[in-house]
């Protein structure tokens, strides 16, 4: 029996199974991907098979996923989500404040699986005039950079409505630290969303919903044989950590920095210190920002440390 894991509780698996059942699952101790050190080996999103008494026997290849290092064990990662269409990254420059070096790294790190990301600056409505500033000039180089970006507020409801339109049709990650306001946004987006995930999770015994475990919400009914569009609802993250990142494929993830790339004079040059470096150049002529080319240093620098680094 095939079907989509659609919540995992750390121990349990709810699979939503192509003839439309629900079903929780579990995996072998023994249970791992080839390749890929990972503290869940089976993800909200992964497509998989059933066997007899419930147990998860196979997981199909996936087309991309959102990866980060684990915190408690740096050697081994964790994976947010697999199989998505787009990732929505919440942030908010005040209550708490996003640091952009988050930002960054969650970018880069969707960057290397080509999975686009729309950054939704919330809570705008508690901002002063200054603050305000800051933000339009934050939307402003990542938009400058090639992101969409969009400002809202979930508590009033402002500028929701332009989100809508987005998640027609895909399936989307919604992620973001701790308390940039997601939940208040989902139930925005998918009116009875808590009721709803409220019921899967009775139905199965694992209790009321909470954003202690990933989980996907459907934003249309569940009919069997179709793949309805999801909003996958994702626990709040101090810090993304990342993972397996190599120092010469880093400089592809940041684009404004691979653009300016290609006039280097070396073509294995790090944008430290080379001689000839057109990135260094660009920086100075303030086509790079400040922040993203510190971003870049310090990924640049995981490589270095091997360890997470809780600051970010």
Known sequence: ????????????????????????????????????RSTNPVAVGDRVTVGEGDW??????????IIRKSINLSKQSHILAANVDQAMLVVTVANPQTSTTFIDRFLASAEAYRVPVILVFNKTDLLDEDMLRYQGAMVNLYQTVGYECYQISASTGDGVDALQPLLADKITLLSGNSGVGKSTLINLLVPGASQRTAEISDAHNTGQHTTTFSEMIPLSPITPGQTPAFLIDTPGIKGFGTFDMEPEELTSYFKEIFHFSQDCRFSNCTHTHEPGCAVLKALEDHYIAESRYQSYLSMLNDKDEGKYREAY
């Open 56 to 65: 998860i026997t196979e997981i199909e290849d996936r087309r991309n996923y």
């Open 1 to 36: 029996m095939k079907g989509l894991v659609i919540k995992n509780t750390g121990s349990w698996y709810t699979v939503l199974t192509d003839d439309g059942q629900l079903i929780d699952c579990k995996i072998k101790g023994n249970f791992r991907l080839k390749g890929i």
